[in-house]
């Protein structure tokens, strides 16, 4: 009883150092002057586009038949490639709209990064952790991208508006999971981004 109580105290002490290791930066709130970025070449019918780039790293320390893995998985929103047109974006309330709309991009990309973090912290590595931390990326990847792509493609790219608010609810109800209600609620006002309130 003593060596598994010992084991339970030696688990939780790594859980904390892990977590410490694998911390993540703050939810951010788009706004204009995150488009810095040029619009792209044949993009005509499009009026905006959010790049975020998730960096994924890892360093792996053998204990006793198992690997420690200490991850880095930062989230990075790229201004100089993420762009708005604004010669198209030409009314407040329209580009209200189009920064809700490319939020639910960047929502998207850090609830990847969360997600990621959640698996390989309940993840046990042993010889395989190359292996098996790719294959973590690689599928936690595929479904972000997927759910990206079903996100323009249902709501039109934000011009189905009954199509965009239920996204928005989507987003407001997994952002306030991730972020807790009361600091998701104080960042959306905060900065003037109207997301939905479905409390």
Known sequence: MGKRFEQLIYTTLFLLLFSAAASAQPFKILTANDFRGAPAPGSSAEVAETRCTIEYSYTAHPENNYYILSFTITLIMNSDQSWMDRSKVN????????????????????????????????????????????????????????????????????????????????????????????NYYAAVTENATALEDNR
Do not use: C
């Open 91 to 182: 009314t407040p309330a329209l580009k209200a709209e189009i920064l809700k709309h490319e939020q639910g991009h960047y929502n998207i990309s850090y609830m990847e990064q969360q997600e990621l973090l959640r698996t390989v912290s309940r993840t046990v590595f042993r010889a395989d952790y190359k292996r098996v931390a790719n294959a973590i990326f690689d599928r936690v990847d595929a479904k972000y991208r997927q759910l990206n792509t079903d996100y323009d493609n249902d709501t039109q790219n934000s011009t189905n508006k009954a199509q965009q608010h239920s996204w928005d609810a989507y987003f407001a109800r997994q952002m306030s999971v991730l972020l807790g209600k009361n």
